[in-house]
């Protein structure tokens, strides 16, 4: 059992509807019924009485929720103890990371993180893989998120999740009426490249598969292949959250075969002792990837 599933089933309970509940704390619908769920298999039975318009508290769950708000009250006093002993409420935070997971990922984190410590100067830095390990290596932030293989001994690297690369083509494509094509079927297509470590591995995939990519674009603007693939410039293999909003004009078509994927870790640096503003950070983070930020994005 989570913190944050009691913080949900309550809200619920207040709202006595899913949809009402859901918009009340910025998560799509299903992720809140996933949670509520999960809860519900780990206390063995029932919380909700679901109805169409309405959905009320079982006697399991009325129960559950005296004892949740107990719990909750409690944490957030030890929350603001510790915060006030490792004086979080004043201080400054520096975290690099690659596009693609700034863009997609940070937005919800970022907003509990300032919700949580408004009194906390957050700078972000963008860059590729290499340059957010430098920038850790180096202490210019004190927290980064790149794609592996990246940085050296001198960070510690925390997993954070894999995801696979997708397919994205003009609409008018023959392939966009698929489900999902081998990659060697891609071998006269001309390739829209994102740049840095995504190149890299969509390069190396093609080689494998037997054949070499032909260059049409390189870009480090996720924005820019979208609209170059609308237009009918070539195709582009994308890591899937890269895809959370797909440009009008083109089709996500998934890899058959052994696919494609990429592995994103959290760096800090070696040695060094990760601020207080830091873990707090760290902590939103890996919640967020709990709750399903990112299959919520993929599906916007």
Not at 141 to 156: M, R
Request: aromatic share 6%.
């Amino acid at each position: 059992m989570e913190l944050y599933q009691l913080e949900y089933f309550l809200e619920v309970a207040r709202q006595r509807n899913f949809t009402r509940a859901a918009a009340r704390l910025h998560l799509a619908q299903a992720a809140l019924s996933e949670q509520v769920r999960k809860l519900e298999e780990e206390m063995g039975g029932p919380l909700f009485v679901r109805g169409r318009r309405e959905s009320t508290l079982t006697p399991a769950g009325e129960m559950l929720r005296s004892h949740a708000e107990i719990l909750l009250g409690q944490a957030e006093v030890a929350r603001r103890a510790v915060a006030g002993l490792l004086k979080i409420r004043r201080g400054q935070l520096a975290v690099g990371s690659i596009p693609s997971v700034s863009a997609c990922l940070f937005p919800d984190v970022v907003a509990g993180f300032r919700v949580r410590h408004p009194g906390v100067d957050l700078c972000l830095l963008e860059g590729t893989s290499e340059q957010v390990g430098s920038w850790v290596e180096e202490g210019r932030v004190q927290l980064g998120v790149v794609q592996l293989p990246a940085g050296s001994g001198k960070c510690v690297q925390s997993p954070l999740f894999s995801e696979p690369f997708l397919l994205l083509v003009p609409a008018v494509h023959t392939l966009a009426r698929k489900r999902s094509v081998p990659l060697a079927s891609l071998a006269d297509e001309s390739f829209i490249f994102y740049r840095g470590r995504v190149r890299e591995v969509v390069e190396s995939a093609c080689r494998l598969a037997g054949f070499e990519p032909r260059v049409a674009c390189e870009t480090g603007e996720l924005e820019t292949i979208r609209s170059l693939v609308a237009a009918g410039l070539g195709v582009a293999l994308l890591p899937r959250l890269a895809l959370g909003r797909v440009a009008e004009g083109c089709r996500v078509v998934g890899l058959s075969g052994p696919g494609v994927k990429r592995e994103v870790a959290l760096l800090c640096r070696s040695g060094a002792q990760l601020p207080a503003e830091g873990m707090e950070f760290q902590r939103l983070l890996f919640a967020a990837l709990g709750e399903g930020v990112m299959d919520k994005r993929s599906r916007r």
